[in-house]
């Protein structure tokens, strides 16, 4: 059996032969095809929870950053994210457009799979990242300064942060940090730039004076299903190998989806008077949002309880947000991913387990307290710098090209506007 490294995406043991196996491989191809659903999927749910004018444009959002990031991510995202390390801060420019990736395994990125496998697993991480931010400006961002601001945050943010935690010779890493799938390279970077956007941007025409509704439930639905499809590769993918230990992610993700989604829809039904029906996918959303650092480390009653709190604890985070007229984050990335992943990090510190994972470490459940301050500190390290350069970021572009549309173009609906189109002919 592989001996999996402490961090996710390498299955490497001491002395092992770098040989493509290909079993490995199917599973790894499988798994990067699965995450890349999981983009369009977020394309269906963000779209739903906007108003029917601005659907496309929301849609558009999601599908061009698959685009954008495919290209600059072969050009020099990965070489910067996983090249070879410079000061443990980011990666360096000899695998610029790919050059010396091939077929050939790298024994520092999967032993038993080609290198290009693993680079485009890693690939759909980058593509659905800062996709998830772009909820927290729907309905009010302009296309250019959109282009613009995935293109610099990918390779100002997400960039350093995913060589920080799983490129050989990252700090995070080197601290012993545990981040399986990406809660803090994923989920607490994209929810807390989408809670400096918000902020930034300003809230949106009407908003806390008239109801901003969903245009279409059944769109969110089928986007939380897509989601939660999708994170099976997500997550079992990150094994990097057909292994039991895949098994295991792929059993702790459905149970932690499944409690959350029940837990928040406890909630609504608890404190808002009925069972959501929004709630519930929104629920089963923040399930796999906690789950993802602490799925290669946990077992399957503790992904329960992930699941739990991760439900109740975001939905609580949504209704504080709502109360806080001056934070339109329109889609509640921030209550999501922000709080979703910050907790999922925290527990991983608690829960983990060298049984479930022997390369990993005890939580302070399993007698091992040290993992739990280094969680810590790699929550506030992603908070600080995520929410730093955002702003930074934001600011310049507003100087620039400018952020917002104008008031006639919000009110007439960003589809028409930005894209002259419409999603509905009435």
Not at 66 to 82: D, Q
Not at 143 to 167: D, M, R
Not at 390 to 409: A, C, H, M, W, Y
């Amino acid at each position: 059996m592989d001996t999996f490294s402490v961090l996710s995406h390498v299955v490497v043991s001491a002395g092992q032969t770098a040989e493509v196996n290909p079993g490995d491989t199917a599973w790894l191809l499988v798994a990067s095809a699965l995450v890349l659903l999981m983009t369009p999927g977020l394309a269906f749910f963000y779209g739903g929870l906007v108003g029917r004018t601005n659907v496309l444009s929301t849609i558009m959002h999601s599908f061009l950053t698959i685009c954008l990031i495919s290209v600059a991510w072969v050009l020099w995202g990965y070489s910067l994210a996983f090249g070879p390390d410079k000061g443990h801060i980011i990666g360096g420019l000899e695998w610029l457009g790919l050059r010396g990736v091939g077929g050939e395994p790298n024994p520092d990125y999967g032993a038993t799979v080609p290198h290009q496998a693993y680079m485009v697993f890693q690939l759909m991480f980058a593509v659905i990242t800062p996709a998830l931010i772009t909820g927290a400006f729907a309905e009010r961002f302009r296309f250019k300064a959109f282009l613009l601001f995935i293109l610099l945050w990918s390779t100002l943010v997400y960039v350093p942060l995913a060589h920080w935690v799983w490129g050989v010779g990252g700090w995070l890493r080197n601290l012993g940090a545990l981040d399986f799938a990406g809660g803090t390279v994923v989920h607490i970077s994209s929810g807390v730039s989408a809670l400096v956007a918000a902020l930034v941007v300003g809230a949106r025409l009407g908003y806390g004076k008239e109801p901003k509704e969903p245009h279409n439930v059944p769109f969110v639905v089928l986007g939380a299903a897509l989601l939660w499809f999708g994170w099976f590769g997500f997550n079992a993918g990150s094994a990097i190998s057909a292994s039991p230990l895949a098994t295991s992610a792929f059993v702790v993700t459905n149970t932690a989806a499944a409690m959350a989604a029940l837990s928040w829809m406890t909630m609504s039904w608890w404190l808002g008077g009925t069972p959501s029906v929004v709630g519930a996918a929104s629920g089963a959303v923040a399930g796999l949002v906690a789950i993802t650092p602490a799925s290669g480390f946990v077992g399957p009653m503790p992904a329960g309880i992930i699941g739990l709190v991760a439900g109740a604890l975001c939905y609580l985070a949504a209704r504080w947000r709502a109360g806080w007229k001056r934070v339109d984050d329109a889609l509640d990335v921030w209550a999501v991913h922000g709080v979703g992943g910050t907790w999922g990090a925290i527990a991983t510190g608690l829960f983990a387990s060298t049984a479930v994972n022997p390369a990993g470490a005890d939580g302070l459940f399993f007698g091992g307290p040290g993992l739990l301050w280094r969680q810590v500190v790699a929550v506030l390290a992603t908070w600080a710098f995520a929410a730093g350069m955002t702003f930074v970021i934001l600011k310049v572009l507003d100087r620039l090209v400018g952020l917002r549309v104008s008031p006639q173009e919000e009110e007439v609906g960003l589809d028409i506007t930005q894209h002259g189109e419409v999603a509905y002919k009435l």
